[in-house]
């Protein structure tokens, strides 16, 4: 018996030498690690992490730029990922990994005091990292504050006036349809829209293409200089999807309402 635990302590000690011999200091296992293991393992100065789900690991694998490996035989140097910091959080039982070069994922904690509150969060986090690809993939991008709407309707008024007859009306309507954007940027900031309508159609009026409003001051600014930015792709499908809706409702001529018939009497209701 003795013989034998001192061959199975053996074994276990290579499994852990080969560890130590690649050179990593953090192991992350996802299944279970012996106890003698550990001991070797942090007798050398390791910090060994089992029971780490297949989905955290590849993440892990990515932030890090490592490789995952089936047997701790084949750890080599060219395996071993790289970061600044690794730390234990007590209070919320995760492991922080920070500090990695050029990560290719990364992990965003929301914290909140009810699911509603947290989807909300998440939502508004997955909308700001879609923005930022899309500004990335494109590599295009409009200014924000009302700035493309004011200028759209002042465009489209413009050009509704060497249109004339009744097609003049309807393009007309399309380009007040841009007032929305503004105008609802006034109200939800708390400032009166009627007039900061007018002092964003008087500033493109002399040509500032890129003025729109400062929601915390109020004042009609270079959005441009002040870095307010969105991407062309979001604004030209919002505009596309906006204008195919109303198309679609014009072309609605009546509603049909379909109720179903008195069981008893065959009758429809009201009769």
Do not use: W
Not at 5 to 16: I, M, P, V
Not at 45 to 59: M, N, R, S
Not at 62 to 78: F, G, H, M, Q, S
Not at 233 to 261: F, N, P, V, Y
Request: hydrophobic share 40%.
């Amino acid at each position: 018996v003795s013989a034998f635990s001192q061959q199975e302590r053996d074994t276990l000690k290579k499994l852990a030498d080969s560890v130590i011999n690649a050179g990593a200091n953090v192991v992350l296992c996802q299944k279970g690690i012996a106890d003698p293991v550990q001991f070797f393992l942090a007798k050398n100065g390791i910090f060994a992490i089992e029971d780490v789900p297949e989905k955290d690991l590849k993440y892990v694998a990515r932030a890090l730029n490592a490789n995952i490996v089936n047997k701790p035989e084949d750890l080599t140097a060219k395996d071993l990922g790289h970061a600044g910091v690794v730390e234990e959080d007590n209070d919320m039982d995760i492991t922080r990994i920070s500090g990695c070069r050029n990560p290719k994922t990364v992990t965003i904690l929301l914290r909140g005091t009810s699911d509603y509150l947290l989807d909300e969060l998440e939502r508004a986090v997955v909308d700001g990292t879609r923005v930022v690809m899309d500004a990335i993939e494109d590599g295009t991008y409009v200014v924000g504050g009302g700035a493309v709407e004011t200028e759209l309707l002042m465009k489209i008024r413009n050009y509704a006036e060497t249109v004339g007859g009744r097609v003049q009306l309807a393009i007309e309507g399309y380009a007040t349809a841009f007032e929305t954007i503004p105008r609802t940027l006034a109200e939800n900031s708390g400032y009166n829209p009627i007039d900061k309508l007018v002092a964003l159609k008087n500033a493109h009026a002399k040509g500032e293409k890129t003025a729109g409003l400062n929601v915390y001051t109020g004042e009609v600014i270079d959005m441009l200089e002040e870095g307010v930015l969105e991407p062309l792709r979001s604004k030209r499908q919002s505009i596309k999807s906006a204008s195919e809706t109303a198309i679609m409702l014009a072309r609605i001529d009546d509603m049909m309402i379909t109720q179903s018939r008195n069981p008893a009497t065959g009758q429809m209701p009201g009769m």
